[in-house]
């Protein structure tokens, strides 16, 4: 049995072309009594590789995303259970990993070719090249910054600081309403009131750090999917929602994720207020959208393109303009210092993570209405109590790998 496993996954996972993917699936799949061996074994191998990923500095979502993007859906429930195999060795997951964690819901490893084949509903032969064509790409993944430590790393990890819970549900609540409401008035108050949370909680913790209150907190950092279409323009987005938030963000297109680099907190905070701005920038771009065909003109690619930018750019640019409001409100020059520590621990870790980066001019703003429309939906979203930002690097433009 050993020996058919090797013999197969030599000829599926290192070869140049997909021949070797069906020599491989045919050895794997020509014997019926021996399919539930088989199965086990490739378990068994599918682990070693998914462990492989995470040293390699990938994180469960980031993996889930790569085979959402370049195979198809029964590819992605076997990483799903790959994933699964491999955590139930852990008493405790890093953060954000439980999310993804998944079930070991085949019961014993000796069952799992022959319950796969029931839930799939489908041949040995499609299984085995399935499996194979998820392993073929964990072995290709290359290594990545990492951005957290790995499930079962003995290294002793300092307990972040998060956003407190009872804060955290308000700011749920709020971007959730915003995100709800048809009206765009009180979509700017609710999202205004989080954006105020938020900045608040920064200086606070900032200040504590600075009277010794809490010792030992460093930057860490995460990593947020930004996928296509309008990739560009989302990554444009999520840039300046970062740098509002006293966080770097470093955008890798080939992988469809951001790094964003801060304190847990502000994190936090990037992730909530980028995923409820995209949310509200998207449901602005169906609405005029509509209201563009109603007017006659048909709308294509390039308009919703030009939307996406416009509002992503404007949206970097009301962020900046935030900033002696915020100050202000959170007690002016007094706070200065301990705010400009917190934005050069910050900067410090970036650089080390990320030495060199690019800056890239973005092209295909050409649509006039969509990114005049794009622009005052901008204007509608609310972020004008922001946390004190530096502004973009000009219209337009977005960090890259």
């Keep these: 049995m050993a020996e058919i496993v090797e013999r ?23 014997d019926p009594a021996a399919w539930s061996g088989v199965g086990q074994a490739l ?11 995470w040293e390699r500095g990938w994180q469960p979502a980031d993996v889930l995303r790569l085979v959402r993007r370049d195979l198809e859906e029964r590819e992605l429930r076997i990483t799903g259970d790959l994933i699964a195999a491999e955590g139930r060795r852990y008493a405790r997951l890093p953060a954000r990993w439980p999310e993804v964690k998944g079930e070991v819901w085949w019961g014993a490893d000796t069952e799992y070719a022959v319950q796969l084949a029931q839930r799939e509903r489908t041949d040995r032969f499609t ?49 959730a309403k915003a995100e709800a409401t048809g009206y765009p008035e ?21 200040l504590l750090a600075e009277r010794g209150g809490a010792p030992g907190q460093t930057p860490g950092a995460c990593r947020i999917g930004v996928e296509p279409p309008y990739e560009e323009a989302k990554a444009v987005l999520l840039d300046a929602v ?36 995209l949310v509200q920038g998207t449901a602005a771009m169906t609405r005029a959208e509509a209201g563009q065909r109603a007017g006659g003109r048909k709308r294509t690619k390039t308009f919703r393109q030009s939307f996406l930018l416009a509002y992503a750019s404007r949206l970097g640019h009301r962020l900046a303009e935030t900033a002696e409001h915020a100050a202000a409100e959170a007690g002016g020059s007094d706070n200065l210092p301990a705010l400009v520590a917190r934005e050069v621990a910050v900067g410090a870790r970036a650089e080390e993570m990320f030495p060199q980066t690019t800056t890239t001019r973005l092209r295909g703003a ?36």
Excluded at 43 to 53: F, M, P, S, V, W
Excluded at 186 to 206: I, P
Excluded at 367 to 380: E, F, L, N, S
């Design 8 to 30: 197969a996954c030599g000829a599926a996972l290192y070869g140049q072309d997909d021949a070797g993917l069906d020599s491989g699936a045919s050895l794997l799949a020509a």
């Design 43 to 53: 378990l068994a191998r599918g682990e070693t590789y998914i462990r492989q990923a």
């Design 127 to 175: 299984l085995a090249t399935a499996v194979l064509e998820v392993l073929r790409l964990l072995i290709r993944l290359p290594s990545i910054e990492p951005v957290g430590p790995v499930p079962g790393d003995p290294a002793e990890v300092l307990e972040a600081a998060h956003i407190e819970p009872r804060m955290l549900a308000r700011i749920r609540a709020l971007l």
């Design 186 to 206: 009180e979509a700017e108050a609710l999202s205004a009131k989080a954006q105020e949370l938020m900045a608040r909680h920064t200086v606070d913790e900032a």
């Design 242 to 277: 970062a740098t509002a938030n006293r966080c770097r963000a470093v955008w890798n297109g080939a992988f469809e994720f951001s790094t964003v680099v801060g304190f847990e907190s502000d994190l936090e905070a990037v992730e909530l207020l980028y995923t409820s701005l």
């Design 366 to 401: 050409t649509d006039h209405a969509g990114w005049t429309d794009g622009t005052a939906a901008a204007d509608a979203a609310q972020v004008r109590h922001g946390r004190n930002p530096a502004p973009l690097s000009g219209p337009g433009r977005r960090p890259s790998r």
